[in-house]
């Protein structure tokens, strides 16, 4: 079988993070002590004393989770409407001839709500035309980039595989953050996918481990010249030859090494 290599990391960290939840001592006293409670929705965070106990933070939580902030700005009254969510990865839309700081910036670009897309402003109690945008509050350890790759092509009616060239840098600059402080980042992992289409093709990888970039294919392990990641970027023409394109970004925090 085939797997989306984005799909798979999801599965990958949700299932360590249930893992790791199951073999936490809490869990497993509280598993010795009371069955779990089960409702509709699945199971019931357990209280102790009537209060709701924090989720537990894992190792992957640590590394792997940020924090974005979905702002709304009602155009009638000025009121701005704030709600976070975390997240594991970014994915973001790609353009042709790109790189991933632009991409980055139009995650972040301001988007206008109007028509039949009108937002239920609480104070005005009705509907209005507002301004939305999504920022990082809280930039994660490991920030991991997802390149929407594949699109949906409607006059098609399938998927595309998009080999648009995108740029990634060695070291890059998280500028789109609430608190507007740049947060710096250096590349040390790509997955790659090899193939023209969305329903077949084989994944490699790049890796930096001890100041050198390894090429991991299957079980062929070689080491690359660092110049080698940008022959990653993608085609700047529609049809190329070359089909290995940077699928899926790993960057690791720069202050975090700093400070260790």
């Not at 990641?229 to 720069?254: M, P, R």
Request: charged share 25%; proline share 4%; with cysteine.
């Amino acid at each position: 079988m085939h797997q989306d290599a984005h799909e798979f990391l999801n599965f990958l960290l949700n299932e360590l993070v249930d893992i790791l939840e199951k073999e936490a001592p809490t869990a497993k006293n509280e598993a010795e002590t009371s069955p779990p409670e089960k409702v509709a929705n699945g199971p019931k965070n357990p209280q102790a004393n009537g209060v709701q106990k924090e989720p537990l933070v894992t190792w992957v939580h640590k590394n792997f989770q940020g924090i974005l902030t979905n702002e709304t700005r009602c155009l009638r009254c000025e009121t701005v409407t704030a709600r976070d969510e975390t997240f594991f990865d970014l994915s973001l839309d790609i353009e042709q001839n790109s790189s991933i700081t632009s991409c980055l910036k139009n995650f972040s670009s301001t988007e206008t709500l109007n028509a039949e897309d009108k937002f239920f402003c609480d104070k005005c109690c009705s509907l209005q035309e507002a301004q939305k945008r999504m920022k990082i509050k809280k930039p994660p350890h490991i920030l991991v980039i997802h390149l929407k790759r594949f699109k949906y092509i409607e006059q098609l009616g399938r998927y595309k595989k998009l080999s648009y060239r995108v740029v990634f840098p060695l070291e890059l600059k998280l500028s789109n953050t609430v608190e507007d402080a740049d947060s710096e980042y250096s590349l040390f992992a790509v997955v790659v996918h090899v193939g023209s289409g969305p329903n077949h093709g084989h994944y490699v990888s790049l890796v930096k481990s001890h100041n050198h970039w390894l090429f991991f294919d299957d079980e062929n392990v070689e080491i690359i010249d660092e110049s080698a990641v940008q022959t990653f970027f993608g085609s700047a023409q529609e049809y190329s030859s070359n089909t290995d394109h940077g699928y899926i970004l790993f960057y690791e925090s720069l202050g975090a090494n700093k400070n260790s």
